[in-house]
């Protein structure tokens, strides 16, 4: 079945700790995006990537890192300079830039906390 | 730029009565608009979009929705809720030559038995 899948569903972190959240699509899709979701506050876009090798910071970008090595893949790193990283984590792709009429496919999600 | 209001946070409603969750956007070009679910714990499901043409839309799981220009809204719709109709609804804003979908806060609807 094709789809987006991220990993870890759980990933807990301690303080000053690097993490990288992984994403995986099989659909095919040009574009991929990251965004970040907590309560009250709707998604946030973190990075996205409209192309391999080429990625643009989206509203909250600061404290995240992302690579775009390969069509299928794009990991998100939470650095130790993002100040409150607990929150839910959301990939998501499409077949091009979401201008226009498609539809953005979102993985399950990795819920990230700091301990 | 893009902006998104969902005024209701929360939406009870008694299981098989109708719903309406209201979205209004703001934008000074055309827009492209879109409802998505989210079940507990997991990533966005499309529920249905508008991108042209008829302004009454239909989509998964007996919703509609109806795009008026004039009051620049997206309301969602259900004439009868199911229990399996709890869930979070986002409704979402693009326009040509942008590269990001922009959220609303989202709508916690909840069917009571």
């Known amino acids: 079945d094709g789809g987006i899948t991220q990993s870890p569903k759980y990933l807990f972190r301690k303080e000053g700790q690097n993490v990288t959240l992984s994403c995986e699509q099989n659909l095919n899709h040009d574009a991929m995006y990251w965004y970040r979701q907590d309560p009250g506050q709707g998604l946030r876009l973190i990075y996205y990537?409209?192309?391999?090798?080429?990625?643009q910071k989206g509203d909250i970008a600061e404290g995240y890192s992302v690579s775009r090595e390969k069509k299928e893949s794009f990991p998100l790193t939470v650095t130790s300079a993002q100040k409150n990283p607990t929150a839910f984590y959301l990939c998501?792709?499409?077949?091009?830039?979401?201008?226009?009429?498609?539809?953005?496919?979102f993985g399950q999600g990795t819920r990230l906390t700091v301990v | 730029a893009q902006s998104v209001t969902q005024l209701d946070s929360q939406v009870p409603v008694f299981e098989e009565a109708p719903v309406e969750l209201r979205c209004n956007y703001s934008?000074?070009?055309?827009?492209?608009l879109f409802w998505y679910v989210q079940y507990p714990n997991q990533g966005l499901q499309l529920l249905l979009k508008?991108?042209?043409?008829?302004?009454l839309v239909k989509g998964i799981n007996g919703f509609e929705a109806e795009f008026n220009k004039s009051q620049t809204s997206f309301h969602l719709r259900k004439p009868s809720v199911h229990i399996s109709d709890t869930a979070e609804y986002f409704c979402a804003v693009s326009a040509p030559g942008a590269n990001n979908l922009f959220f609303g806060t989202g709508t916690r609807l909840t069917v009571i038995p």
């Open positions: 934008s000074s070009v055309s827009v492209y």
């Open positions: 998501a792709s499409s077949i091009r830039g979401v201008a226009g009429n498609t539809e953005a496919f």
């Open positions: 990537s409209q192309i391999v090798n080429d990625f």
């Open positions: 508008y991108l042209s043409g008829s302004t």
